[in-house]
């Protein structure tokens, strides 16, 4: 090629590079929404906190991968305006049913998406490992999470039981509370060990692509970073039931803040640093030859036969790109349907043989919980027997305001759950059933969600009948139920579900007139705009 060819080719590419970087500060833009929702996450839950540290091993990523990306620059491609076209659809999507996890993934795919547009193939499979790594960045749905939680507790318990015995010492295990006789010991959700497994996860992966080992060294390391975690959180689990046992609850709390945090994380850490090095003796190799960042796995198109890039998918893309910030201005300001119902002021004193009196939270709570009509009233017979009724309603779950799972709600009010089931099949209505624990206080609890007219016990299917109804309906409104009453002591757990059976059957017809039906779709229409950013 010509001296001329090759300084239209350079130029070419240059404005290629600056169409790119545009094309990224554009998706920031479109997706801000739900990016200032990962920011929150991070803050707020410290299973997450290590979100931060995601974008900057990226950066650090690409950085080091600079010479690869920039030789692997080749034709844009058509493929790259499709999946930001694919992109989009999931993020209104996420935006119509506030599913931000939609629009969290759909950002890592509009990324992917740039790549192709404008650096083609050759360069999205250079760029795939540092833009498929921000997936660690996302967390998961708030109910997912709990019922992760709640299944690593009861193996976090019978594993710190498994411990505690290994001393002699006599324990018995109740779900999720470990009892010593003298002491009891219970595994609330902060114990389940998440803030560990989440970070832990995302490094093995790191520590996987960086290990220039065969394959299954590689998958070891990979997989081997959830065994760790169980196993020491169990550890942790043990060692404070240990202390508490032969020095008291006092000594039992200094272990616990002793264990807990970047304490067990750093052992699992090198734990994982250990197995690793056993493997590169196993090859025969030291352990810091084996780490590098891949640099030679990408075939470098030859530069002086290529033609200068058509830019006209990178174009289309962009286009794409602005197509999806204006949709989501609209969709953020679009006129839902908001049926007419009742407010919970009026909801009846007396419901049968049951008298209730209401008390209202705090405003703090009521910030938090951020719904839009509730009553909270403790309901009782001449007995002397009393149900707690909880309901929460939200007009509009659009703009992220949703009913908190009572599996994030109870734990994190102190009780413990220790039983947990689904109730389908052999109940007339469907529902959830809980047995919680705090000290020597137990409950039975029973909560469900009225999703427009249905009943609702999984959290999975609410939000899928949400995200249907969104589309179709344009109604997101939507409610959740929680009963509660004490388990007396000498009392059965059967007679607490009686109780609560009976209450329900004189509370589903005083429900009516206060959550909206499937048919009242036509009843008023509002523009319900959003409540936060």
Not at 6 to 11: A, F, P, S, Y
Not at 437 to 455: A, C, I, M, P, T
Not at 473 to 488: E, M, P, Y
Request: neutral net charge; proline residues 5%; aromatic residues 12%.
């Amino acid at each position: 090629m010509s001296a001329q060819s090759l300084r239209l080719l350079g130029n070419a590419r240059l404005g290629a590079w600056m169409w790119g970087c545009i094309a990224v500060i554009l998706a920031v833009v479109a997706f801000r929404g739900a990016l200032f929702e990962l920011v929150r996450r991070w803050s707020a839950q410290e299973e997450y906190s290590h979100g931060f540290l995601i974008p900057v091993v990226v950066a650090w990523l690409i950085w080091t991968r600079r010479r690869v990306l920039l030789a692997s620059f080749g034709r844009p491609s058509w493929a790259g305006a499709v999946i930001i076209l694919i992109a989009m659809f999931m993020h209104l999507v996420g935006l119509l049913s506030a599913i931000f996890i939609l629009s969290q993934l759909a950002f890592i795919v509009a990324l992917f998406g740039i790549t192709l547009a404008f650096g083609g193939c050759s360069l999205a499979r250079a760029a795939l490992f540092p833009i498929s790594f921000l997936i660690f960045a996302i967390p998961l749905p708030y109910f997912i999470d709990a019922h992760l939680s709640l299944d690593l507790q009861l193996i976090s318990s019978q594993l710190g039981v498994f411990f505690i015995r290994l001393f002699g010492i006599p324990v018995f295990l109740e779900g999720n509370v470990i009892d010593l006789g003298t002491y009891k010991l219970q595994v609330v959700d902060a114990c389940s060990g998440l803030r560990y497994l989440y970070p832990l996860l995302s490094l093995s992966v790191l520590a996987a692509y960086l290990f220039n080992a065969p394959l299954w060294q590689r998958a070891l390391i990979l997989l081997s970073s959830i065994p760790i975690t169980i196993a020491m959180n169990g550890f942790r689990i043990g060692m404070v039931g240990v202390t508490m046992d032969r020095w008291g609850p006092r000594m039992a709390d200094g272990a616990l803040h002793f264990f807990e945090g970047w304490i067990i994380f750093i052992a699992s850490a090198l734990l994982l640093a250990l197995e690793t090095f056993l493997l590169a003796r196993l090859s025969g190799r030291g352990f810091v030859e084996l780490f590098r960042v891949p640099t030679d796995e990408i075939r470098s198109p030859r530069q002086d036969t290529k033609p200068a890039p058509h830019l006209a998918p990178l174009f289309a893309s962009l286009l794409s790109l602005c197509i999806t910030m204006l949709a989501g201005f609209l969709i953020s300001g679009r006129t839902e349907l908001v049926p007419d119902r009742t407010r919970f002021v009026t909801f009846p004193a007396s419901i049968g043989e049951w008298h209730g009196r209401s008390s209202p939270l705090e405003p703090w709570v009521e910030n938090s919980l951020a719904f839009d009509d509730y009553v909270l009233s403790d309901y009782s017979k001449p007995d002397g027997k009393v149900v707690n009724l909880y309901v929460a309603y939200y007009a509009s779950q659009r703009t992220g305001e949703s009913p908190h799972s009572p599996l994030v709600c109870i734990p994190g009010s102190g009780w413990s759950i220790t039983r947990l089931e689904r109730l389908d099949s052999d109940t007339s209505h469907p529902l959830n059933r809980a047995i919680i624990e705090h000290n020597d206080s137990k409950q039975l609890v029973y909560y469900w969600y009225e999703e427009r007219g249905r009943s609702v016990a999984s959290e999975y299917w609410s939000k899928w009948y949400l995200l249907a109804d969104a589309l179709v309906k344009n109604r997101s409104d939507g409610a959740l139920i929680r009963l509660i009453t004490a388990i007396a002591p000498g009392e059965s757990e059967h007679d607490a579900d009686q109780r609560l059976r009976v209450f329900m059957q004189d509370l589903l017809p005083s429900l009516r007139d206060y959550l909206p039906s499937a048919m009242a779709t036509n009843s008023l229409s509002s523009n319900v705009g959003p409540k936060k950013l």
